[in-house]
Nanobody
């Protein structure tokens, strides 16, 4: 069984920074794309950023230039460095990964449990 463990959320003032981490554990054969999504109250979940296994990144327009996604393949971990945070960045942030398991070799999509990020003065 594969699980994603998130950490790093919290309360920060506007203009501040936070770093989210998400580690995958379990019976992992290979990890393909990893990413972060977020969901604000009464809004749909939206893509924040993704990083492919080869390192190619993709960002939502609203976070481009402020957020940086990266991954450590040796640690099965993806990070999201968030700078210049704004109140509209307040949301629950979810980690996402496409993982092939040892047992079947098939590709499945996994989600973390979510971590709250609140930007407020």
């Amino acid at each position: 069984q594969v699980q994603l463990w998130e950490s790093g959320g919290g309360l920060v003032q506007p203009g501040g920074s936070l770093r989210l981490s998400c580690a995958a554990s379990g019976s992992i054969f290979s990890i393909y794309a990893m990413g972060w999504y977020r969901q604000a109250p009464e809004k749909q979940r939206e893509l924040v950023a993704t990083v492919a296994s080869g390192g190619i990144t993709n960002y939502a327009h609203s976070v481009k230039g402020r957020f940086t996604i990266s991954r450590d393949n040796a640690k099965n971990t993806v990070y999201l460095q968030m700078n210049s945070l704004k109140p509209e960045d307040t949301a629950v942030y979810y980690c996402n990964a496409d993982i092939a398991t040892m047992s079947s070799g098939q590709l499945y999509e996994y989600w973390g449990q979510g971590t709250q990020v609140t930007v407020s003065s």
